[in-house]
């Protein structure tokens, strides 16, 4: 115990808090058990360390990976961290530790003066572990870097955050003011390629090698530790992965799919899901879709940009990068659908079209709530926004 103590002070003293993530501020620390959930790579490591520094509670940090746990339990640790007064047990990726839904129930059921924060993969379903965590953790979800906080984290640069309400009422006034103290397409580009995760150091090449790494993590073992793939079928995910990066949008064959790939349509559609939930694609459906397990998607893009230039450097498509930017900003806070005219329907009220600078309008002719959404222009007018506007929502 002393040990983990030690090695908890140290890795807590040693992150800095100069740089914030949104989410921190989001987080209600009222609540007994709260789970972080977060792609690899996005910096829920980070959060929770900056968690237990602000924190006035006496408070344990502990990664489920430790050896530790080789010969000790997590109740046992939770037990004794208590009963010397301990307040705040933040635990790291309990997805590596085996029974951890079971364990987290009982700790919650019996220390009710303990108060209980932790990681895991957003692959993993914290409500279908062994034990229901549903009706006792309260969940919040961690994205990458948005381009407002890489211009704060790489930049130091510092820009209003802005909802979507704000921009479609006032983006002409509100591109105005910002772009007067600071030039978009100086940084847009940079943050299209290299800014969706808090590791790059200035090497393009190590930076996207580190992005296939953790892809590869998530598909060799996060997908195949709920799946039942074999090693040909995640390699030729790892291909569909590679056409969804070049097509614009990719337009799936689900039935042509499982047949190149070799398996059912069912698991084809359900591995696509899981996908999405370990953060590597986003999937989008119709309007009025009444989605289930076996329900096919509509369209598919990368979870990021930056995905896209680690998977095909030289293959990337404009249109496609410009859409995945836009989803990328808004799927976390809006529900997206997509519209029978128009590229993205928001929240069942606007729509949106997105292209270059030259866009014109005519397929939103008649449609109510309706927005042209333009790369490669700095200020919008009427119904036209710039699209690294969108950037700033969180």
């Known amino acids: 115990m002393e040990k983990i103590l030690t090695k908890s002070t140290k890795k807590i003293s040693s992150v800095s808090i100069e740089f914030e993530r949104?989410?921190?501020?989001?987080?209600?620390?009222?609540?007994?058990?709260?789970?972080?959930?977060?792609?690899r790579g996005v910096g829920k490591t980070?959060?929770?360390?900056q968690?237990?520094?602000?924190?006035?509670?006496?408070?344990?940090?502990?990664?489920?990976?430790?050896?530790f746990f080789s010969g000790n339990t997590l109740y046992t640790l939770a037990e004794d961290f208590q009963k010397t007064g301990g307040e705040l047990l933040l635990l790291d990726e309990v997805h590596k530790y085996p029974n951890w839904s079971r364990e987290i129930k009982l700790i919650y059921d019996d220390f009710a003066n303990l108060q209980v924060v932790f990681t895991s993969s957003s692959i993993l379903d914290i409500y279908?572990?062994?034990?229901?965590?549903?009706?006792?953790a309260i969940s919040y979800?961690?994205?990458a870097l948005s381009f407002r906080e890489y211009l704060l984290y790489y930049e130091k640069?510092?820009?209003?955050?802005?909802?979507l309400k704000q921009i479609i009422e006032n983006h002409a006034c509100l591109s105005l003011d910002i772009t007067q103290q600071f030039k978009p397409f100086q940084y847009f580009k940079q943050y299209i390629e290299t800014g969706a995760y808090p590791y790059y150091n200035n090497n393009a090449a190590e930076y996207y090698q580190q992005i296939l790494n953790t892809l590869n993590l998530i598909l060799d073992v996060d997908l195949q530790g709920i799946t039942n793939l074999n090693y040909d079928t995640i390699s030729k995910l790892k291909r569909l992965l590679y056409v969804i990066a070049t097509n614009v949008p990719f337009i799936p064959n689900i039935s042509k799919l499982s047949e190149r790939i070799g398996i059912h349509r069912n698991v084809l559609v359900q591995t696509l899901q899981l996908l999405d939930k370990a953060e590597l694609i986003h999937t989008l459906y119709n309007k009025n879709t009444s989605i289930s397990s076996l329900t096919k998607p509509n369209k598919i893009w990368l979870r990021n940009t930056n995905l896209n230039y680690a998977i095909s450097s030289e293959n990337v498509n404009v249109g496609n990068i410009r859409e995945t930017f836009f989803i990328q900003h808004l799927n976390n806070l809006h529900q997206i659908s997509l519209p029978s005219k128009g590229d993205f329907l928001v929240d069942d009220t606007y729509t949106f079209e997105i292209g270059g600078k030259n866009k014109p309008q005519k397929q939103l002719i008649g449609i109510n709530n309706a927005f042209l959404v333009k790369d490669d222009i700095e200020i919008g007018?009427?119904?036209?926004?710039?699209l690294w506007l969108f950037g700033l929502i969180y």
């Open 22 to 39: 949104y989410l921190i501020s989001q987080i209600n620390l009222n609540n007994r058990l709260i789970a972080i959930l977060g792609a």
């Open 46 to 49: 980070t959060l929770l360390l």
């Open 51 to 67: 968690l237990a520094k602000k924190s006035s509670k006496q408070v344990l940090y502990v990664a489920l990976d430790d050896l």
């Open 128 to 136: 279908r572990g062994e034990s229901d965590l549903s009706r006792r």
């Open 141 to 143: 979800h961690l994205n």
């Open 157 to 163: 640069i510092e820009l209003p955050k802005l909802d």
């Open 381 to 386: 007018v009427n119904n036209t926004i710039p």
